[in-house]
């Protein structure tokens, strides 16, 4: 039954950087439509474990099972056709591409003579990407009027003038989000996509990330501390030390006593 | 309306004006530069009047014109695989060779349709990038570029053992295919047919640049690892980046047989062309295709008015675009071509700066009072 709705299945998975066990046969499922909440505190393997879903790192041991297919040791960018997209913690944009060169830029197929549409279409997609994820909102109305999807297709949209530098870090992290979104993920992994937001901002981003589960995509959202994610995430798994400490809802998994016991250890942080 | 907003105002407006200005200037140089080397055989005897009294005078220089079109071609070639994909190659002269003695051996053996036989130099030397470009993957940064450097040097002492029995055979492996290699005598016409394979390969490697293709090798040379993470297979656009430089650094190689009549170590493998193919793109800005075509024709014409100067000329050459390469790393040209740009907002200090939102609300401001005052 869980293996009918489960998107994404990591199965006892491994990985040692020299003598450190970053991550130790952690094993839960991804359900289709939710989003999962991954806590733990820096260090505790959540980014580690990251990279090993999206095929940065092989993993020592274990499997990783998107869709029923064992995606384990694939090549990342096979691993992101295949629906599995991820932000970046640190967001890295291509800094010497416009902001809307660096979204297009994930709508590019591999296929040399593949049908990737029109550059009118992509630049069109593009913009409405933009606008799904509030870029075009950083600037002021009349500023972004060619942002607006009924233009002709090469509108004026700032998007398209200027470089990622110009954006805040609130506007990084949308940046990062839709490049995630531009190739169409089932499955989104956001490591960290708080950290360093004005609460106003932590609010709106959580509206994009609800909107996003609306439109049918799954996600997975990874942070240090629990508070941000509580009214967030359907779904909890607390991380320590490269090994699941609890699951359950965000109500179940605070009020279980070694996730409170590694609280008042002061390993996991609330701020 | 604060009195700041107003000039910003002011400077906005400017600078857009500007950028259609620029734009003018970029199309009009070009379009003038395009007319100046098509008219070249017409306006130099005008303009040094002992070419009237002498031809051979204006064709010496259209030769050193023709071989400025061959560098400029290796040139581009070179800037795709190293300014657009980021694979510094050191190794160009072994495409370039490659191409070479293809078309000797080719025109020799068989005397093909000469336009056939370049095709095939291309062709052949795609072949051997794409062979490069295999264990060329697993390297980065400076041990792809040694790895490059070493497969060209050891075609150049292949080539000198070998000693290929072909056309005329000269010192160390070289081949004399005259008359089977020759495209034309008419120094004019020669000049036409290399500036027409110049400009279509600029032409071809430019679209490709613009493409998606471009925008995928771009996203490769800054960031591999957010390249993949966007669903791009790095590895794909890497080799293809590879086939189509040394493809058209084989055409370069191949029509340089039919310009001099021979291949020879010394000359096509010698690793001075591999450099040379660096520096005109560097000269020219590196990642900007059409900047080798200015590279190439300064470095040859220099290296013709020089030559009272022995082997001292390439020493002060190279010097030159070691000098350029320390103080502007996008190329002389490349530094004239940024600037008639329209520039994007000036980058801030750091991914913590202020939102631009404040800043953006009041050009807008000012935008919406410049225009609704129109004065």
């Known amino acids: ?271 | 309306m604060s009195h700041r907003s107003r000039l910003r105002s002011r400077l906005r407006s400017r600078s857009r004006s500007r950028s259609r200005t620029a734009r003018l200037v970029k199309l009009g140089g070009a379009l003038l530069a395009l007319a100046l080397l098509l008219g070249l055989p017409y306006w130099l005897p005008l303009l040094v009047p002992a070419m009237q009294q002498n031809p051979f005078l204006l064709y010496k220089w259209l030769n050193v014109l023709v071989a400025a079109n061959v560098l400029a071609i290796l040139g581009m070639s070179w800037d795709l695989l190293g300014g657009y994909a980021g694979q510094i190659s050191f190794g160009h002269s072994l495409f370039l060779g490659l191409g070479a003695y293809t078309t000797a051996i080719l025109s020799v053996l068989y005397g093909w349709n000469p336009w056939l036989i370049i095709a095939l130099g291309g062709l052949v030397a795609a072949v051997g990038g794409l062979l490069v470009a295999a264990p060329a993957l697993r390297l980065h940064g400076p041990y792809l570029s040694l790895m490059t450097l070493v497969a060209a040097l050891a075609f150049d002492r292949l080539m000198r053992w070998l000693k290929p029995e072909v056309g005329i055979p000269g010192a160390e492996g070289a081949i004399l295919c005259v008359p089977h290699c020759v495209l034309t005598l008419d120094a004019v016409l020669k000049y036409y047919y290399s500036l027409g394979l110049m400009l279509l390969t600029a032409l071809l490697l430019w679209a490709l640049t613009r493409s998606r293709v471009g925008l995928a090798l771009e996203a490769v040379r800054d960031d591999e690892a957010a390249a993949q993470a966007a669903g791009l297979n790095a590895a794909k656009y890497k080799t293809l980046a590879f086939g189509v430089s040394s493809f058209f650094a084989g055409i370069a190689g191949a029509f340089y047989v039919y310009h001099i009549g021979s291949a020879a170590p010394a000359d096509v493998l010698n690793l001075q062309r591999s450099v040379e193919a660096i520096a005109v793109a560097v000269l020219g800005g590196m990642g900007t295709i059409f900047g080798a075509i200015g590279g190439a024709l300064f470095f040859k014409v220099f290296e013709e008015l020089l030559r009272p100067a022995g082997t001292l000329r390439f020493a002060l050459l190279f010097s030159l675009a070691l000098l350029i390469l320390l103080l502007v790393r996008s190329g002389a040209l490349g530094r004239l071509w940024a600037g008639l740009r329209p520039r994007p907002s000036p980058p801030r200090e750091g991914a913590e700066a202020p939102p631009t939102v404040a800043s953006a609300s009041e050009t807008e401001e000012a935008e919406v009072e410049v225009k609704a005052k129109p004065s």
């Not at chain 1, 099972?65 to 090549?75: A, E, L, N, R, S």
């Not at chain 1, 990342?76 to 629906?83: D, E, L, M, Q």
């Open chain 1, 1 to 271: 039954m869980s293996a009918m709705n489960a998107l994404l299945q990591v199965q006892r998975l491994s990985k040692a950087f020299g003598g450190l066990q970053a991550v130790s046969d952690l094993s839960f499922d991804v359900h289709e439509g939710e989003i999962l909440g991954l806590i733990g505190p820096n260090g505790a393997g959540k980014t580690t474990l990251f990279n090993l879903i999206t095929g940065v790192h092989k993993p020592d041991r274990g499997r990783v099972i998107f869709q029923g297919q064992d995606i384990t040791g694939w090549p990342t960018y096979k691993i992101v056709n295949a629906g599995i997209a991820r932000a970046f913690q640190i967001p890295r944009p291509f800094r010497h591409k416009t902001i809307a060169a660096n979204v297009e830029i994930s709508l590019i197929p591999n296929g040399l003579f593949a049908r990737g549409g029109s550059r009118r279409a992509r630049a069109r997609r593009v913009r409405e990407i933009c606008r799904r994820v509030g870029l075009c909102a950083l600037w002021p109305e009349g500023a972004r009027r060619g942002c607006d999807l009924s233009g002709d297709g090469d509108g004026d949209c700032p998007c398209r003038r200027e470089l990622p530098d110009v954006l805040p870090q609130a506007g990084l992290r949308k940046l990062e989000i839709a490049k995630a979104v531009a190739t169409d993920p089932k499955l989104l992994l956001l490591d960290e996509p708080f950290a360093g937001l004005a609460p106003a901002e932590v609010e709106e981003l959580s509206a994009l990330i609800r909107e996003l589960r609306e439109e049918g995509r799954t996600l997975v959202v990874v942070d240090h501390n629990m508070r941000g994610l509580m009214r967030l995430v359907d779904r909890v798994i607390v991380i320590h030390f490269g090994q699941k400490l609890a699951e359950g809802t965000p109500d179940e998994v605070a009020r279980d006593p070694a996730v409170q016991e590694a609280y008042l250890a002061g390993t996991i942080e609330e701020e």
